[in-house]
């Protein structure tokens, strides 16, 4: 039986909860063998493979959790912190370069002060830093060095699920879907 | 009006502060106020009144004044700051340029003067149009920018309302009114229009008014390219850039409700990863748990110690402890230390001495301390010793 190319990595990155981004060569083998994929990740583990315009990533039944409440908090966080400073956070998470010491600057400020202590990935600079790092093993950041990161198309994910938020997109039903999920 | 007209040039350009700040007013509250006036003549302590009023820049308007529309124009035109006109103003053009067209059709075979003249008032209606939506876009891109740039810092709420008013009374209109694929649009009439015109300019049979036609229709063909160029304008960037600040302050509006409640909220689904790894997750953690109790926080002074003589003299118990018992009884164990490192080094060091103390705690030494007489002085390197007189028997027997 004849596999796709980088058959081996895509299912190691997406096992590890990695988003496969689109300027990855894996990502156009993944497309162009989507079908085998689905099936593949369905038949083999349970899972779904999600595949976007410039990213594609998996999901189960299980979600995990804690990561995923973190990582919005932490897209909250910095996007009304960005939008505070004037400026146009949407442009700024997809095309600036951000540095760790404006992160610290901006968490340490925040109105949000109680919220951040309370959280242990986000508390403190060193916390952070573990959490972009835990970010960048999945491919949601792109660190340019040890300073300095950038994110990838993955953010979308969690933009998205804020617009929908506002929209009130999610029901009851949903949300208690993801509560029983959760527990 | 008796003034020259290079005068009255002369006259805004010298006093083109006070002009600019009247118009600016003017801008803003539709007429300039009669205080106003007064207060911005002061500031700029120009006393020129009179002259405004002769030169027809102010128009009175009750106890108030406006400035003429003319004026109010040329600076519009040359500090680029239009007044945006609502599309619905705009629109009435369709309804002048629609009905000369129709007139200048019925008359075409009539007197000819007065169909020089339609074809000439069709060409102002359409060059005000044109001109009206180009001051419309230029104005629009500047408040779309501006909102974007946000330099203002305006909050998101008032940020999504600028935008949503802007796209709802004037982008989106003005879009409909120059969309091409509308029937009913003013672009598609003009297009009309200019083809009726192409035709007229190569056939009719007067030369003066084929002249006319010719003028009309390379104006239309330049006008049609303009509101094709603006067009492009809002719909390739004014509508994506306030689209976008509209996603913007949803998304914005999604994170503020998300963090009022951000353990309680539904979150998006994230993968979790079932691989087994050697090391616990939290053994980073646990690692720098371990080293952090090995943090000393006490302060810690290093001094310079002097080893030499350390190195030299070890002290020799055993020796000392057969010198002791040779000697015994003794009197006064402090002054026989003393007195045996005196005779073996010609001084008593402090540290050498306190050494030779530790005999009094070996086996088979037996003391008597005599509690009542006087406290010895044994003189060492470093210090002065009082010590108190110990005796040391022999095997119990003095």
Redesign the interface.
Known sequence: MEFPRYHKEIVTD????KFILASDPKFVELKNSIEFYNSFFKESFD?DVELKSDFA????A????Q???D???F???L??EL?KD?????EEIQYAEFETDMLDSYFDNSA?ID?IQNNNQLKNSENRK?FINNLGRRNIIEKTNDKKFSFTPAHK???????????GK?TST??EV??NENK | MKAEPKTIINFLSNHFETVKDLFETQTKEGFVRKEFLNEILKENDSDIFNQLIEYKFLKKLGDDYEIRGVYFKFFEFILNEFKPLLPETIEKYEQSIGSLFKKIREGIAKDRNILVQRINELYNEVREFSDSVEKNTLRLVTETREL?S??D?ID?KEKVRKASFWIDYYITPLNSILDVTHPQSITNRLFEISQYVNVRRLNFDDENTRIQFEKLYNFLVQTNDDLMRQSKILTNELLPLIE?IR??S??????????KQ??K???????????EVPYSNDM?WNAKEYFEQFEGNDEVILEDVQLEDFEKWIFNKELYHNKLIQSLPVNSFFEWAGKTLKGEYKSIETDKFFSLTTLLFEEGINLELDSKSDRQLIKTSQMNLRVPKIKITKHGIS
Request: aromatic letters at 20%.
């Open positions: 997406l096992l590890d909860g899972f990533y998996i999901l189960s299980e979600t995990n959790e990561l995923s409440r990582i919005c908090i897209f909250g966080l996007c009304y939008d004037g400026k146009n956070f949407l949000y919220l573990q994910v969690f933009m998205d699920f804020a617009a929908n938020f506002a929209k999610l949903d949300v993801e509560t | 974007k946000n330099v810092k998101y976008r996603t913007e949803l998304i914005l509006t999604g994170w503020i409700e998300f963090l951000p353990y909220a539904p979150i998006p689904k994230v993968f979790k990863v079932f691989r980073y």
